[in-house]
T-cell receptor, first 115, second 111 residues
Framework: NAGVTQTPKFQVLKTGQSMTLQCAQD?????MSWYRQDPGMGLRLIHY???????DQGEVPNGYNVSRSTTEDFPLRLLSAAPSQTSVYFC??????????????FGPGTRLTVL | DAKTTQPPSMDCAEGRAANLPCNHS???????VYWYRQIHSQGPQYIIH???NNETNEMASLIITEDRKSSTLILPHATLRDTAVYYC????????????FGAGTRLFVKA
C-alpha cells in the first residue's frame, strides 16, 4: 500500500491564483482530513470528510473548498490564493466508525508559498 | 474535544528515559488520550493511545492518572531520532477525522 499520497510536494503561487492540492489514500479509509501547519505552530484542521459525498468545516475553513466524490480522493481547492495561506498542508485518513483507536495516517505534506 | 496542556519544550540525554507530561483536566469519560509525534517537517505519526489503563507498545508507554486528568508519555531509551514535536490529544472514540492538535512539546534528545 502507498498509504496517503499528496501532490504536488512544493508549489509557488501568485496572489489571486487558484489551485487544487491532491490527496489520495489506498487503505479504504472512510475518514479524511486536511490540516495546515504554519511555521513553528501545531496543525489546524481545515476541512474533513466522513465518507464519499460528506464534508464539513474544521477550525480554519475560509478560503478553501473540498469535495469527496470517491472514497480514495479528497482534493483541497484554494479559490483565490493569499499570502496568509503560505503553509504546509497535510492530508490524513483514518478508518471509519466502530474502531476504538482510529489512528490517523498522514501524508508527506505539500509546501505552498503564495507571493 | 477536551483541551490539553503540554510544556513547550524539553531536553533529554540520549539513552535516558524521556517523560513527556500532558494535562487534560476537562477530559470526558468517553474520551481517549492519544499521542502523536512529528519529526522535522514530516507528517505526524501515531504513537500510542489509552483510556484509563497504562499502555505499552514497541515505541512507548502511556501512564494515565487514576482521575484521568493528566498523562505521561514515556520513551524508555531515547535516541537522537526521537527528537521531534510530541502532541497529546484527547478525543472521543471514532473521532479520528476531527483531531484537534495543540502546539505540542518539542523534545530535544542530546548526545
Amino acid at each position: 500500500n502507498a498509504g496517503v499520497t499528496q501532490t504536488p510536494k512544493f508549489q509557488v503561487l501568485k496572489t489571486g491564483q487558484s489551485m487544487t492540492l491532491q490527496c489520495a489514500q489506498d487503505m479504504n479509509h472512510e475518514y479524511m482530513s486536511w490540516y495546515r501547519q504554519d511555521p513553528g505552530m501545531g496543525l489546524r484542521l481545515i476541512h474533513y470528510s466522513v465518507g464519499a459525498g460528506i464534508t464539513d468545516q474544521g477550525e480554519v475553513p475560509n478560503g478553501y473548498n473540498v469535495s469527496r466524490s470517491t472514497t480514495e480522493d479528497f482534493p483541497l481547492r484554494l479559490l483565490s490564493a493569499a499570502p496568509s495561506q503560505t503553509s504546509v498542508y497535510f492530508c490524513a485518513s483514518s478508518p471509519g466508525p466502530g474502531l476504538v483507536y482510529n489512528e490517523q495516517f498522514f501524508g508527506p505534506g505539500t509546501r505552498l508559498t503564495v507571493l | 474535544d477536551a483541551k490539553t496542556t503540554q510544556p513547550p519544550s524539553m531536553d533529554c540525554a540520549e539513552g535516558r528515559a524521556a517523560n513527556l507530561p500532558c494535562n487534560h483536566s476537562t477530559i470526558s469519560g468517553n474520551e481517549y488520550v492519544y499521542w502523536y509525534r512529528q519529526i522535522h517537517s514530516q507528517g505526524p505519526q501515531y504513537i500510542i493511545h489509552g483510556l484509563k489503563n497504562n499502555e505499552t507498545n514497541e515505541m512507548a508507554s502511556l501512564i494515565i492518572t487514576e482521575d484521568r486528568k493528566s498523562s505521561t508519555l514515556i520513551l524508555p531509551h531515547a535516541t537522537l531520532r526521537d527528537t521531534a514535536v510530541y502532541y497529546c490529544i484527547v478525543r472521543v472514540v471514532g473521532g479520528g477525522f476531527k483531531t484537534i492538535f495543540g502546539a505540542g512539546t518539542r523534545l530535544f534528545v542530546k548526545a
